[in-house]
């Protein structure tokens, strides 16, 4: 089976995301000659000069506003592997799409146009997608073509980032700079020869180096199992780690209750469990641990919180597919895109752990009195 690779790409609206998406899918052949030759027609009739984006722009909106409006995933094979491209909005209005492709990302692509440089929706998606698990990012500073493939263009842009990145050092496991430009498809495939002083490897090729150093597994951790939900006599879930053993004795948390596991179907990381002990009606937001110090239970929890809009009195919280009702002691002055460090309390008890050891029981999604989307949170 084909290990297949997310990449989120993120940055300005206007540093070439979709433009290199696109052409990255013409180069290793991943879109059909006929979508290539759609995509020339429509932009024909628009009296636009094609560009690689209109694979990726299939709305006649997108194609006429040039702004895209959605999460798109592309998928391109390459080599012995396969890279999902989650091309997500530049746009600071579409915060919640950026969320949403971000989220199970391996790597985060970074574009940065040479002519704009390092700017502040790019610097904002930066620090929301380290927030959100990211760790290890591949800077491709693209529009080389615009300043004829000079070394001198791109010395303020790397001195930038770097300054930017120093306070996230902490939470930055590998970085990596790239060049070249995505339309005219130089140092994508194969080193540009145009850009004579970069000695590294084109794009591709640092993806794909990566994703093989990065091909770690750790069979020994003990079992852990987020509950989603019931279906007659069985439980539905996914692994987090570890392994199934079948007839053997596990803890439903935060019940803290001893149960075993008779029957067990497990397709990927997805799993349905017949367990013995167990209200079945109400197991939503639960988890199964082989090891009760695995994870921590409370009804306060210690998170760091990014909100679109101000935060009110009390709000919701979606964790491990149930919601629940929190409040926060703090008064905040800021009106948009809020950074929060506090205690939050919540209206029952959850089984967690810190996001820096589990991921996957140590995030939460925001929502408003109303239920609407307002931001995500991380607990510490």
């Not at 959100?132 to 529009?143: A, C, P, S």
């Not at 597994?217 to 509950?227: A, F, P, Q, V, Y």
């Not at 009702?325 to 205690?343: P, R, V």
Request: net charge positive; with cysteine.
């Amino acid at each position: 089976m084909i290990n297949i690779y997310k990449i989120v790409v993120i940055g300005d609206k206007d540093a070439g995301k979709s433009t290199l998406i696109g052409k990255i899918a013409m180069l290793t052949k991943a879109v059909s000659k006929a979508r290539i030759k759609e995509s020339k027609n429509e932009s024909k009739k628009l009296g636009k000069k094609f560009e690689p984006a209109f694979i990726l722009d299939v709305f006649k909106e997108e194609r006429e506003k040039g702004l895209t409006i959605d999460t798109t995933a592309v998928e391109v094979p390459y080599k012995d592997v396969a890279f999902q491209f989650i091309d997500v909005p530049g746009h600071e209005s579409l915060i919640k799409n950026m969320l949403t492709g971000a989220s199970n990302a391996k790597v985060g692509l970074v574009v940065i146009s040479v002519k704009e440089g390092l700017t502040r929706e790019t610097k904002l998606h930066i620090k929301l997608a380290n927030m959100l698990g990211i760790n290890n990012f591949i800077f491709f500073i693209n529009k080389m073509d615009k300043c004829y493939y000079s070394k001198d263009a791109i010395i303020e842009i790397f001195r930038g980032v770097n300054i930017f990145l120093i306070p996230l050092f902490n939470g930055i496991k590998y970085i990596k700079f790239n060049y070249g430009s995505a339309l005219k498809g130089e140092n994508i495939m194969k080193p540009s020869k145009k850009i004579w002083w970069y000695k590294g490897r084109p794009l591709m090729e640092d993806l794909y180096a990566f994703v093989k150093d990065d091909e770690k597994t750790n069979e020994n951790m003990s079992t852990i199992i987020s509950l989603q939900g019931a279906f007659e006599n069985k439980v539905f879930g996914k692994v987090i780690s570890g392994d199934i053993k079948q007839n053997k004795y596990y803890y439903l948390m935060p019940d803290n209750k001893k149960v075993s596991i008779d029957e067990y179907n497990k397709n990927g990381s997805s799993v349905s469990l017949k367990i013995s002990q167990s209200d079945k009606t109400d197991i939503s937001g639960k988890v199964l641990v082989e090891n009760k110090n695995d994870i921590m239970v409370s009804d306060e929890i210690n998170a760091k919180m990014f909100f679109i809009k101000k935060p009110e009195n009390y709000f919701y919280i979606s964790f491990l597919g149930k919601t629940y009702k929190a409040t926060l002691n703090i008064n905040e002055n800021g009106k948009n895109f809020i950074f929060i460090d506090s205690i939050i309390k919540i209206d029952n008890k959850i089984a967690y752990q810190s996001f820096s050891k589990i991921k996957d029981i140590g995030r939460f999604v925001i929502y408003d009195k109303d239920l609407k989307f307002n931001g995500f949170g991380i607990i510490k």
